[in-house]
């Protein structure tokens, strides 16, 4: 039997970016689905052993271990280098991991691990098309970041064609290989009761729109299309979930409070905030419709938790919706600087008993031995 390869997983558990951290438990649980002979060992670096602990709860993967960023050294493993250093100028003992195949997802600033390959992950390039929603600062960190990448990186990986699109356009002609890894989400079936909409206060028909409160995420088209359907006498709740804060634009949030009192649809709004996933994707479930009215994505994780459930979706016609979109037949596009297209679309017959069915399994097999591939590919070459 082949040897089993080891993988150094790089995770953090981040409200602020709940994305990234979706992303690598998702990762995990695909992997768990394939076979046990072809499972790799994952060696999860985190800034806490809680982190970990919660990730090898939610993932009951069996070759998951926690690893500290270095290993530490004791005093006499010190002084001993310390000496062969001044006379040989080498270290006896090393603070760094060894035998470990692969970093991923790889940071650019670090490269703590000898003798390993990285795989780099660039999520999107949102900055170089919208870049009035970041300031200086970010846009030359990001930018000074991919550059390094591209100089001394091998191995990189996008999360759709789209990004992979959007990665050649900027940095033509670069060599660096380059791979296309669609995530897909598992979770336990969401319990979808009458009680949920008790303990939240729902009404019994509405939209649901799961987004952080980030500006590109658009929530103003929502808004806006609210108040044009109560203007053409049709009243209908959109729950919002996510986190209320913009760490680039902190006024946002307020933007969206006072543009609903202005709108005269406050009644029309439900704001929970950041709540618990298993209750987020219940109330998704009973759901009208899910909206998800982003300006730009690298792969929407929103999309991916509806398509799971075998809701209706209602999207902007972005490119990387259509992508995931692509066989999913139970959508409506619109434009997503049209309100009215969106008002239009939330008056069609939506709902989840028009939702064709979706086997989203297959999503999930395929996030898991795509993986695979690109590991074989990169790691047969060592």
């Known amino acids: 039997m082949a040897e089993r390869r080891k993988i150094a997983l790089i995770y953090q558990y981040n409200e602020n970016w709940i994305g990234g951290t979706y992303y690598i438990e998702n990762l995990v649980l695909a992997l768990r689905r394939l076979e046990e002979s072809e499972q790799p060992i994952l060696y999860v670096f985190t800034e806490s052993v809680d982190e970990f602990e919660k990730l090898k709860r939610k993932t009951d993967y069996k070759y998951l271990f926690s690893k500290p960023y270095f290993i530490s050294l004791s005093l006499l493993q010190r002084a001993i280098n310390k000496i062969t250093g001044s006379l040989f100028n080498r270290a006896v003992f090393s603070a760094h991991h060894k035998n470990i195949d692969l970093i991923f997802p790889a940071d650019y600033n670090h490269r703590f691990i000898p003798g390993a390959e990285y795989l780099y992950w660039i999520p999107d390039f949102q900055e ?70 008790l303990k939240y206060k729902i009404p019994d028909e509405f939209f649901i729109c799961s987004n952080q409160f980030w500006i590109h995420k658009n929530h103003k088209a929502v808004i806006h299309a609210i108040a044009a359907l109560k203007n053409e006498g049709v009243n209908v709740s959109v729950v919002f979930t996510g986190k209320e804060n913009d760490f680039r634009h902190p006024e946002y949030f307020d933007e969206l409070r006072l543009l609903i009192m202005q709108e005269g649809v406050i009644d029309n709004c439900i704001f929970l905030g950041f709540i618990d996933r298993a209750d987020q994707l219940a109330i998704m479930q009973l759901s ?92 047969s070459n060592k």
Not at 168 to 183: D, E, M, R, S, W
Not at 187 to 194: C, D, F, L
Not at 355 to 374: C, M, R, W
């Open 128 to 197: 170089h098309y919208l870049p009035d929603f970041f300031s200086t600062d970010e846009i030359a960190l990001r930018k000074a970041g991919q550059h390094s990448i591209v100089s001394n990186g091998k191995y990189i990986v996008f999360s759709s064609q789209a990004a992979k699109r959007h990665f050649n356009q900027i940095y033509a002609g670069v060599t660096i290989q380059q791979f296309v890894l669609p995530f897909a989400v598992s979770h336990q079936p969401a319990k979808a009761n009458e009680n949920i909409k």
């Open 288 to 379: 009208k419709a899910v909206i998800q009215p982003s300006l730009f994505e690298g792969w929407s994780t929103v999309i991916e938790d509806a398509k799971s459930l075998g809701v209706f979706i209602i999207a902007s016609r972005i490119d990387v919706h259509k992508e995931q979109l692509q066989k999913y037949e139970s959508k409506l596009l619109f434009d997503a600087t049209d309100s009215k297209q969106l008002a239009d679309c939330m008056k069609r017959d939506c709902d989840k008993t028009n939702s064709q069915p979706y086997e989203y399994s297959k999503d999930v097999a395929l996030f898991g031995t795509t993986f695979n591939h690109i590991l074989e590919e990169i790691l």
